[in-house]
């Protein structure tokens, strides 16, 4: 197994870290020869909560790539969010030409100062130089531990979206609704929230929280939404409405022209802070899922999908 990568900015990778640091402690990188997917999942609860999945064309971000495995050139491996994004925060202030990042085993005697615990017999290295002000070279190295996941490959799968839903593009404004609903999350009520959409009346999309014999509040997104139908419910068809909205003419008049989904509310907000920064949002509602499939940028570098599973209003 070998994985070496060199690189000479890491602003959008820092960037995409940011915006899912709050979700987990620890993320999975998995690296294949073409792309590098970033996944804040929790293993042990897979279909009850959120799960985000980054996609990083491998080659737009690294210059140097060398990445073989037994496992069809493919390294997963679960890493500390937070550690990881300190070094790269670490290598910007240090004005280097590049950052290299290498994969090094340990033995189990723990040698490298890796602890041998959970299964963390690895290392992540990420090293680079830079000249101070006497004009000397510096060296800095670091390495974070990490669990090197080979059973994990197969099962591992990005969520996929069976059920036939209804799309639209939010608007970059559209960021206050959750500042509107954040409002709510210290209410003693279930802590969940009915997401509606329809296509009828130019397009709506409205929450409600109620707590029954107490209240009932809706909210709703008084501007027009373009919303449709995807030609196809699949990731593929998804990914092209992020540039432009497809639509499915024989689809628009079989009846499906309004649906709605429970979700915790908890997870919803949690998505505040990658709508917020992402340039382009298409939401993608079904009857018991919803998801946000956002681009960072113009670019096509970055694409972000935040899934979240719906639960019983």
Known sequence: MKLKLMTRSTEKLKETLSLISHLRKFIILKFTPTELFVISVNGSSVSSESQVWCNLPIARHFETIEISSMRENNILMEINIDLLLQTLKNFDKANSEGLNIRLQKTDTAGEQGVSTKNGRTASLALFYSNININSNVVNHTFRIPVKIL?????????????????????????????????????????????IQASKSDGGFLRFVLEEEGKFKVT???????????????????LRESLHTISVNPEAEDDGLDQLETCVKLKDWQQASRIVGKCRTVILYIAPRKCSLHCLLDETDDVELVYYINGVRS
């Open 150 to 194: 080979r059973e994990a490959q197969d099962m591992l799968r990005e969520p996929a979206h069976t059920d036939q839903g209804l799309i639209m593009k939010l608007p970059n404004e559209f960021v206050t609704m959750f500042k509107r609903l954040d409002k709510f999350k210290k209410t003693s009520f279930n802590d969940r929230v009915v």
């Open 219 to 237: 909210m709703s997104w008084n501007n027009k939404l373009e919303v449709h139908k995807p030609a196809n419910a699949d990731a593929e068809s």
